[in-house]
């Protein structure tokens, strides 16, 4: 729903209470650019800066009657390099896109093919150009196959984890998308893994919802399970991130009821053993909150995505930044939407996207991104080992200056 100016005025004010007392003035918004085609169905996956500048954005629109993948190359002021719309029941969403270490990308989703009940998950190499190398589909035909996530391994290769046959996956790859193996849990209703996170030690940490609430799993390089954590008994996690000294960072949602989430953001140790846990949640009035994707910041700190609900229910874009210590160190609103994606340019700005309710709810016509203004005059630019080759971080040669 679109909400009157009182109504969000009334809503910020409560929603900064919950939150907690801000420390800092959020950056002002830089720049708004749309994208989309007037059709419904337009929404923003992911987006991931590029090393040579700009970004790669994928998402949904609509063709004719059915969904499709989109995916656009940007420059750093916005302006579209290239731009990509799959024929309806050949590539019907994407979930996910990443950069890779030859220049090119790497990106996930749904395929729907006939009949259109049947869905598999795909794993697709593109070019920097945009240009399709491979596509490697994953599934059983079940209507609850597809990919949520793909990441470039450090040791060569990719991992993916999404829902096969309503079954939580991990499904491990070559260089060119050919198979090496995969792991799977047993069935559980509305089981979901939607993020995969490489970790230094050359394992994964999972995110998701097994069986039923907000979890996370840690396995070694070959997908054995080392330890697994389910800290919500309702609910999910989105994204998990590790930190340079090995603990992680995971944001999602504690469901209550049909009504009502909670936005949850953790941090736990290197073993899953929680360190602190930021909550909103107003569970008396059936509002919901949810904490989509986190990003670790060029200054050290955390930021997440995600939507917030006011008393009257209309949905609002909400951003907070945290110290490493869980403190909120400011929170912007941006009215009608949800964010589903977050991160950081080369210059320090933040670049997030998701659905847009401008034009009142449930419509989504418009595959809106908002850039902010940067914190910190910065210029990443990456070293020449992209992802090195024994694993670990990437390293960037930077100045970071102009501290606000």
Known sequence: MTAPATHLALAIIAMLTNACVLFAQPPDTAWVRDYGTGTSGERVECIRPVPGGGYIISGDTDVGMYSAAKT??????????????????????????????????????????????????????????????????????????????????????????????????????????????????????????????????????????????????????????????????????????????????????????????????????PDGNVIWNHEIDDEDDDTSYEANECWIMADGNLVVCGMGQDEDHYYHRWIIKYDLEGNVLWHKIIPDGELFTICQGRDGEILVGGIDYSHGWPTADLFRIFKLEPEVEVDLQPDLTIIPETGGWLTYDTEINNIL
Request: proline share 5%.
């Open 72 to 269: 656009i190359r940007i420059d750093d002021d916005g302006n579209v390099f290239w731009s990509l719309v799959e024929q309806p029941h050949e590539l019907d969403g994407t979930e996910y896109i990443d950069n890779i270490s030859d220049g090119g990308f790497i990106q996930g989703g749904g395929a729907r093919f006939n009949p259109p009940a049947y869905e598999e998950g795909y794993v697709r190499k593109l070019t920097a150009d945009g240009d399709q190398e491979w596509v490697r589909l994953f599934g059983t035909n079940n209507i609850d196959d597809w990919v949520s996530c793909v990441r470039e391994v450090p040791a060569g290769g990719y991992i993916a984890v999404g829902v096969d046959n309503a079954q939580w996956f991990l499904w491990r790859m070559g260089p060119q998308g050919q198979y090496m193996w995969e792991r799977h849990l047993p069935y559980e209703f509305y089981t979901r893994a939607t993020f995969v996170e490489p970790l230094a030690d050359g394992g994964f940490v999972i995110a998701g919802n097994y069986p039923d609430g907000f979890s996370l799993y840690k396995t070694d390089s070959q997908g054995i399970i080392v330890w697994e954590n389910q800290y919500f008994s309702l609910g999910r996690a989105n994204c998990v991130r590790e930190l340079p000294n090995g603990n992680l960072i995971a944001s999602g949602r504690q469901w209550y009821n049909i009504l009502t989430n909670a936005w949850e953001v953790i941090m736990t140790d």
